[in-house]
């Protein structure tokens, strides 16, 4: 029976964590492949927005020189999306890494380069096409439908690449293949389905081993192992359905959409077979249209955050029923307007931890349980400057402010860092978060793939 075995080190690129040890051993377990997440939503919009990336540069380098000599020694491809938001320049940020690893090194890596980020002409021509550009989940600051002015408003915009352009890319005779923005799942299950396993349970799999782990897949079934014995964790049912059925699902029985499907597991199995092996199966896929996730940000101002700690507890209560910050931020406009910056140039906000700071209106725990509170000003600004106004002077309301009953001047809340203030610099919000048709031949068209030959010729990304 012909078999699989594929290895995802870590859970995102520059994580790390693994140690020595258990990395021999996976390396001694001859994986077909290494797979490995590198872009995800989930850190928030800025990083997409910004360029910047949400792993360090320490961490990214460490990981991947890990994985690319072990690919290059052990013969095996490397499938690792990069860049965290996924852009252009967060995946060629990556690539010089690369190539500081290989000079370093030594060494001679052949890549397939698959870009990630979506041109807007692209997307205004689909718009005009189809008409109608679904949003993937109602969300108030998401259009229903795309509007060519969405697209233009976005700084950048990613698509989340299928298995298709990474199967593809696999045919290229490459060491590695290193993509933008992709699904985590596509990743894991690229090479099963290149080379012809089942569909249903490719996915079903890499679901499971999308944040790390490792997989034998093979003709009727599966199994997730552990190979980190020596540290006493242990494979169960329950671990492996929590994180492959449940985890991001609102409907625990379709655990994962992906362009031209869905994965049904509402008959599949799930059985332990020792401490340290599950086996799984009777995943199948559904057709759907063909669609991919676009992700775009915009830049909506510039940001500064203050954080403060309160422990009055009389003050606290005044925090509950509302009465305290609504006076403080009436305080902080009037201030604000007395220093002629418009009411339209700017927006502030308390964020109150210890009170619905984490769940907001879905806090099913509406009184305050707790002796102390974490009150983070926020402030976003047309400007810099506007910003940093601001967030002193909505600093100052709370800790200055004379309220009702105030028994002492010396200040209500303590702030732990100087400076106080941090700016943030430039904020982003998603404005796109839609399911964009497309034809799958147009895959090649949006994500496109280029060759590289790394130490690069000149010392930098061609």
Request: hydrophobic content about 35%; glycine content about 10%.
């Given at each position: 029976?012909?078999?699989?075995?594929?290895?995802?080190?870590?859970?995102?690129?520059?994580?790390?964590?693994?140690?020595?040890?258990?990395?021999?051993?996976?390396?001694?377990?001859?994986?077909?492949?290494?797979?490995?997440?590198?872009?995800?939503?989930?850190?928030?919009?800025?990083?997409?927005g910004t360029g910047q990336s949400y792993a360090d540069r320490l961490g990214i380098k460490h990981d991947l020189e890990m994985m690319?000599?072990?690919?290059?020694?052990?013969?095996?491809?490397?499938?690792?999306?990069?860049?965290?938001?996924?852009?252009?320049?967060?995946?060629?940020?990556?690539?010089?890494?690369?190539?500081?690893?290989?000079?370093?090194?030594?060494?001679?890596?052949?890549?397939?380069?698959?870009?990630?980020?979506?041109?807007?002409?692209?997307?205004?021509?689909?718009?005009?096409?189809?008409?109608?550009?679904?949003?993937?989940?109602?969300?108030?600051?998401?259009?229903?439908?795309?509007?060519?002015?969405?697209?233009?408003?976005?700084?950048?915009?990613?698509?989340?690449?299928?298995?298709?352009?990474?199967?593809?890319?696999?045919?290229?005779?490459?060491?590695?293949?290193?993509?933008?923005?992709?699904?985590?799942?596509?990743?894991?299950?690229?090479?099963?389905?290149?080379?012809?396993?089942?569909?249903?349970?490719?996915?079903?799999?890499?679901?499971?081993?999308?944040?790390?782990?490792?997989?034998?897949?093979?003709?009727?079934?599966?199994?997730?192992?552990?190979?980190?014995?020596?540290?006493?964790?242990?494979?169960?049912?329950?671990?492996?359905?929590?994180?492959?059925?449940?985890?991001?699902?609102?409907?625990?029985?379709?655990?994962?959409?992906?362009?031209?499907?869905?994965?049904?597991?509402?008959?599949?199995?799930?059985?332990?077979?020792?401490?340290?092996?599950?086996?799984?199966?009777?995943?199948?896929?559904?057709?759907?249209?063909?669609?991919?996730?676009?992700?775009?940000?915009?830049?909506?101002?510039?940001?500064?955050?203050?954080?403060?700690?309160?422990?009055?507890?009389?003050?606290?209560?005044?925090?509950?029923?509302?009465?305290?910050?609504?006076?403080?931020?009436?305080?902080?406009?009037?201030?604000?307007?007395?220093?002629?910056?418009?009411?339209?140039?700017?927006?502030?906000?308390?964020?109150?931890?210890?009170?619905?700071?984490?769940?907001?209106?879905?806090?099913?725990?509406?009184?305050?349980?707790?002796?102390?509170?974490?009150?983070?000003?926020?402030?976003?600004?047309?400007?810099?400057?506007?910003?940093?106004?601001?967030?002193?002077?909505?600093?100052?309301?709370?800790?200055?402010?004379?309220?009702?009953?105030?028994?002492?001047?010396?200040?209500?809340?303590?702030?732990?860092?100087?400076?106080?203030?941090?700016?943030?610099?430039?904020?982003?919000?998603f404005n796109i978060w839609h399911l964009l048709p497309i034809k799958e031949e147009e895959n090649y068209q949006i994500f496109k793939t280029r060759i590289l030959e790394f130490p690069?010729?000149?010392?930098?990304?061609?």
């Open positions: 029976m012909k078999e699989l075995k594929l290895f995802g080190p870590f859970g995102n690129l520059g994580y790390g964590g693994m140690s020595k040890e258990v990395w021999q051993r996976s390396m001694e377990w001859r994986p077909d492949a290494i797979f490995q997440q590198g872009t995800s939503t989930d850190p928030g919009p800025g990083y997409l690319i000599l072990a690919a290059l020694e052990h013969h095996i491809p490397l499938i690792c999306s990069m860049g965290g938001g996924g852009s252009d320049r967060q995946l060629e940020w990556n690539l010089q890494i690369i190539d500081e690893i290989a000079r370093e090194r030594k060494l001679r890596v052949r890549a397939a380069v698959i870009s990630g980020e979506v041109d807007k002409e692209f997307i205004k021509g689909k718009i005009a096409a189809e008409g109608k550009v679904e949003s993937l989940d109602g969300h108030p600051r998401i259009s229903e439908h795309l509007t060519e002015e969405d697209v233009d408003a976005a700084s950048v915009i990613v698509a989340q690449m299928g298995y298709e352009p990474i199967v593809r890319a696999l045919g290229m005779d490459v060491d590695v293949v290193l993509t933008g923005r992709a699904s985590d799942v596509a990743l894991a299950a690229s090479l099963p389905l290149k080379e012809g396993f089942d569909k249903g349970l490719s996915f079903q799999m890499a679901k499971v081993l999308e944040c790390s782990g490792w997989g034998i897949i093979k003709e009727d079934h599966f199994q997730i192992v552990n190979l980190n014995s020596e540290e006493g964790v242990a494979r169960n049912v329950s671990s492996v359905i929590s994180h492959g059925v449940f985890y991001e699902r609102r409907n625990p029985l379709t655990p994962e959409y992906f362009p031209g499907g869905h994965l049904d597991i509402s008959e599949a199995k799930w059985e332990q077979v020792d401490q340290h092996t599950i086996r799984g199966s009777g995943g199948k896929i559904v057709a759907d249209p063909y669609r991919v996730k676009i992700e775009g940000v915009k830049m909506v101002g510039y940001q500064t955050i203050c954080l403060t700690g309160m422990r009055d507890p009389w003050l606290i209560r005044r925090v509950e029923d509302g009465s305290f910050l609504k006076l403080a931020k009436e305080t902080a406009r009037q201030k604000i307007s007395d220093a002629r910056v418009d009411e339209k140039d700017y927006e502030l906000n308390y964020r109150v931890y210890g009170m619905n700071g984490v769940m907001g209106s879905l806090e099913p725990q509406k009184g305050i349980t707790s002796h102390e509170l974490c009150i983070v000003v926020d402030s976003i600004g047309k400007s810099p400057d506007i910003s940093k106004l601001v967030c002193m002077l909505g600093r100052l309301q709370i800790i200055h402010l004379d309220y009702p009953g105030r028994l002492t001047t010396a200040g209500n809340v303590a702030v732990p860092f100087s400076p106080s203030d941090i700016y943030m610099g430039e904020a982003y919000q690069l010729s000149k010392g930098g990304v061609r």
